[in-house]
Antibody
Framework: QVQLVESGGGVVQPGGSLRLSCAASGFTVNNFGMHWVRQAPGEGLKWVSYVRSDGTYTSYTDSVKGRFVISRDNPKNTVYLQMNSLRPEDTAIYYC????????????WGQGTLVTVSS | QSALTQPRSVSGSPGQSVTISCTGTSSDVGGYNYVSWYQQYPGKAPKLLIYDVSKRPSGVPDRFSASKSGNTASLTISGLQAEDEADFYCCSYTGTYTLIFGGGTKLTVL
């Protein structure tokens, strides 16, 4: 069955970096686009980033452009989110999700990994 | 870009129907037939309920239905059950592989 498992979250100081990983199983990642979506404590879902199946196209929400980089390693069936220059407002649970139809909807989600940016 | 507008909360009694609205603009909801809805229980990951405005993935009960008119999409839950109590989020494609979510609606089953 399709499974997505995020890892790499933790506590980091403002200005620091973290790399999140999303390991996929039950399907071949290189056939699908992948997204990262975040949810601040007590808040709603916010779309963060997308990478196309072949890795040649990426997109980001404005607030993370220039700081976050999404990438994928298809042989490892894994997607990454490199987060730099972290700010307290980046504190959230980060979910990876599988894309269907070219960023039309997200059909499977991981359980999320918590990122806390605090001094 | 601001989130799509959803009511913060709705409520209904078991067996009743409730509708959650999701208002955007011509650049998102009104511009594409790519509205999706997600259900999220506390402490859990979101789950896909509706895609392409009104299609249900296999396994989603037909009590959940959705539609769109202009810049507003709607999710209707009929025959409310206690297990439907959760947060619901709409989401729309906004062009060039980007998405935008609604602020979320908390459904309370009285």
């Amino acid at each position: 069955q399709v499974q997505l498992v995020e890892s790499g979250g933790g506590v980091v100081q403002p200005g620091g970096s973290l790399r999140l990983s999303c390991a996929a199983s039950g399907f071949t990642v290189n056939n699908f686009g992948m997204h990262w979506v975040r949810q601040a404590p007590g808040e709603g879902l916010k779309w963060v980033s997308y990478v196309r199946s072949d890795g040649t196209y990426t997109s980001y929400t404005d607030s993370v452009k220039g700081r976050f980089v999404i990438s994928r390693d298809n042989p490892k069936n894994t997607v990454y989110l490199q987060m730099n220059s972290l700010r307290p407002e980046d504190t959230a649970i980060y979910y990876c999700a599988r894309d269907r139809g070219g960023a039309e909807y997200l059909d499977y989600w991981g359980q999320g990994t918590l990122v806390t940016v605090s001094s | 870009q601001s989130a799509l507008t959803q009511p913060r909360s709705v409520s209904g009694s078991p067996g009743q129907s409730v509708t959650i609205s999701c208002t955007g603009t011509s650049s998102d909801v009104g511009g594409y037939n790519y509205v999706s809805w997600y259900q999220q229980y506390p402490g859990k990951a979101p789950k896909l309920l509706i895609y392409d405005v009104s299609k249900r993935p296999s396994g989603v009960p037909d009590r959940f239905s959705a539609s769109k008119s202009g810049n507003t999409a709607s999710l209707t839950i009929s025959g409310l059950q206690a297990e439907d109590e959760a947060d619901f989020y709409c989401c729309s494609y906004t062009g060039t592989y980007t998405l935008i979510f609604g602020g979320g609606t908390k459904l309370t089953v009285l």
